[in-house]
């Protein structure tokens, strides 16, 4: 049977796409629409994956309701123990657990705290508030006969910005240092931002971590 040359033709421009339409039906563009399970996250890959520990595998005693939910007894905690996927008992320390989900919103486990990631796409964004110490002795060397009346050390807290990269699993500071070495996965932005001034760098942090991530956006498992 002979086919007209235009409908061969057609056929041809139209079978890359319905190839790359069906490459990986699994997974799915993230938008504000995705569903994040509820759980733990062991490490990385349970929350890349969205695939974390059910909230009910971890064995908690809660008598008087001195906690309100697995997660409060996480938080106030120093180990816990869960079923794992074969039915095994396991204990783990909870500075070792990556993070949580908690009604549908991720959570990560950033120096000795759960804060909630807001921010989400290939790299990933969250702001904590952390105790920095300082030492208050200008002395570089022992001096006997130098009184200090003030404390040796003070504190304070500050908020840091801190990313994800979802293709790693590293967490970095987020600065113009860091950014520019992820910028070098897309050519054009990676170019773009490395002519900028050190001003305008830090300036546009916001813009072109927005940008990078609606040019790469972070596919996800398919919610079920």
Not at 36 to 65: A, H
Request: proline fraction near 5%; charge should be neutral.
């Amino acid at each position: 049977m002979m086919y007209p040359t235009k409908a061969i033709l057609i056929l041809l421009l139209t079978l890359p796409i319905l190839d790359l339409q069906g490459q990986d039906s699994t997974r799915v563009a993230y938008s504000f629409n995705y569903r994040f399970t509820d759980g733990i996250y062991l490490g990385f890959n349970q929350f890349r994956n969205n695939q974390p520990l059910p909230p009910e595998s971890v064995v908690f005693e809660n008598s008087g309701g001195k906690y309100s939910d697995v997660y409060d007894f996480i938080g106030n905690t120093k180990e816990i123990s869960y079923y794992n996927a074969n039915g095994n008992l396991s204990t783990i320390a909870v500075n070792k657990i990556w993070g949580y989900c908690r009604n549908g919103k991720p959570h990560i486990n950033y120096i000795n705290d759960f804060r909630q990631i807001p921010f989400i796409g290939s790299l990933c964004h969250f702001v904590a508030t952390i105790t920095v110490y300082y030492d208050n002795n200008p002395n570089l060397y022992y001096d006997p006969y130098y009184y200090n009346t003030t404390p040796n050390r003070y504190y304070s807290t500050e908020a840091v910005q801190v990313l994800i990269d979802m293709q790693t699993g590293d967490i970095l500071d987020f600065n113009e240092e860091n950014l520019a070495v992820l910028l070098q996965r897309d050519d054009s932005l990676g170019k773009e931002y490395s002519e900028l001034s050190k001003k305008k760098k830090r300036k546009m942090l916001f813009y072109y971590l927005r940008l990078f991530n609606e040019k790469n956006p972070l596919y996800m498992p398919v919610n079920q």
